[in-house]
């Protein structure tokens, strides 16, 4: 069963820009005005890809988790790859040392008001670029026919920038409002297709709902239930590249509900696992496309955060298909609670 266009519009939700009436506000679908790509045409995708902003808490009920550690947040992932024992059971980091932040002055004619960071849409398309370059470059089977946007002479912030805005155009983002999940599985669908390569895609979470009305690519895998710390596991372990979109929620203490206010792409990039936490606890390596990682130390380009099973009170009502909350800078900070949402697995392959 297919809906029409304006109904499943209706239904989308965003990664970037604020849900401004939860689920069921109607959206327009305008595209934006992005800088002219002379390389590329805007895809004829249906409707945006679902960009949710984060949504606030105020005072969200207790949590409750498994025994966690305390001694992880210092101890560094391994960068090439491999897997190692130590603080954790299993680490696994695949993460490059480029910078691709949303909110760079250079990027200011995208922003909703070109005098305020805090506007910009970019979290798509930055994470995207980010993935790609990983992807490319990466040691084990790189995609490296991958169509780089930014060849040379191009370099450092420059090379970003441009490759920022090429997914800008070719996922075709809404300046305003962000990006929605279906327009951003089908930008990547078409972009492995472009460049030779066989698209393997798998939708895990919330958002996979939309395979059920036929808007993701022919042979997406669309696994409608919670996104959890295994999904992330099993894809790092096999190199593939992860997005995932988290919803910032707000706590309606009079309906003792989770309301979503807005969403964000970010980039992960690998994990530390330990044994005892079983499936319900994970320290998550990502990229955030919010942060500017270039005040950092050289090569720490990426942060760590916890995605912890989710204990609500009793007779709290949770978002459809969402038990997992992440922790960390810019993700539990009053009076938002963040969940992830869903994830954008994905890879290529030599048909």
Same mark, same amino acid.
């Given at each position: 069963?297919? *809906?029409?266009?304006?109904?499943? /519009? #209706?239904?989308?939700? +965003?990664?970037?820009?604020?849900?401004?009436?939860? +689920?069921?506000?109607?959206r327009s679908g305008e595209q934006p005005e992005v800088a002219a790509d002379t390389q590329l045409k805007p895809l004829p995708v249906p409707g945006p890809i679902t960009e949710m902003p984060p949504a606030p808490s105020a005072n969200p009920p207790a949590e409750t988790a498994p025994a966690s550690s305390t001694d992880v947040d210092g101890e560094p992932l391994v960068t090439d790859g491999t897997v190692v024992k130590g603080v954790y059971d299993e680490k696994i980091d695949h993460s490059?040392?480029?910078? @691709? @932040?949303?909110?760079?002055?250079g990027l200011k004619d995208l922003f909703v008001d070109p005098e305020n960071s805090a506007t910009s849409m970019l979290c798509w398309p930055s994470a995207l670029a980010y993935q790609?370059?990983?992807m490319r470059t990466r040691a084990a089977?790189? /995609?490296?026919? /991958? !169509?780089?946007?930014s060849a040379a002479p191009l370099t450092g912030a420059e090379a970003a920038h441009a490759d920022i805005r090429h997914f800008a155009t070719r996922c075709r983002v809404d300046l305003k409002a962000g990006t929605t999940v279906p327009q951003g599985v089908s930008c990547i669908d078409e972009y492995l297709k472009a460049s030779g390569y066989k698209p393997e895609m798998a939708v895990v979470g919330l958002d996979a709902q939309w395979g059920v009305f036929g808007m993701f690519p022919t042979g997406t895998k669309s696994e409608r239930r919670t996104a959890t710390p295994d999904d992330v596991r099993a894809? #790092?372990?096999n190199g593939r590249g992860i997005i995932a979109l988290v919803g910032f929620y707000a706590f309606d203490t009079t309906k003792a509900r989770f309301e979503r206010v807005k969403g964000h792409f970010v980039s992960m990039t690998g994990f530390g696992h330990r044994d005892v936490w079983g499936s319900d606890e994970l320290t998550l390596e990502i990229v955030n496309p919010g942060t500017d990682y270039a005040p950092n130390p050289v090569g720490r380009n990426s942060e760590r955060v916890k995605m912890k099973r989710f204990s609500p009170d009793p007779g709290v009502v949770m978002?459809?298909? !969402?038990? +997992?909350? *992440?922790?960390g800078p810019g993700f539990d900070t009053a009076p938002y609670t963040s969940f992830v949402e869903s994830l954008i697995i994905f890879d290529g392959t030599t048909p």
């Open positions: 069963m297919k *809906l029409p266009l304006l109904a499943m /519009l #209706t239904l989308s939700t +965003f990664g970037c820009g604020t849900n401004k009436a939860k +689920f069921t506000d109607k490059i040392k480029s910078l @691709y @932040y949303q909110s760079s002055p790609a370059e990983a089977a790189p /995609l490296s026919k /991958l !169509v780089d946007p894809a #790092t372990r978002p459809e298909n !969402v038990a +997992f909350s *992440l922790q």
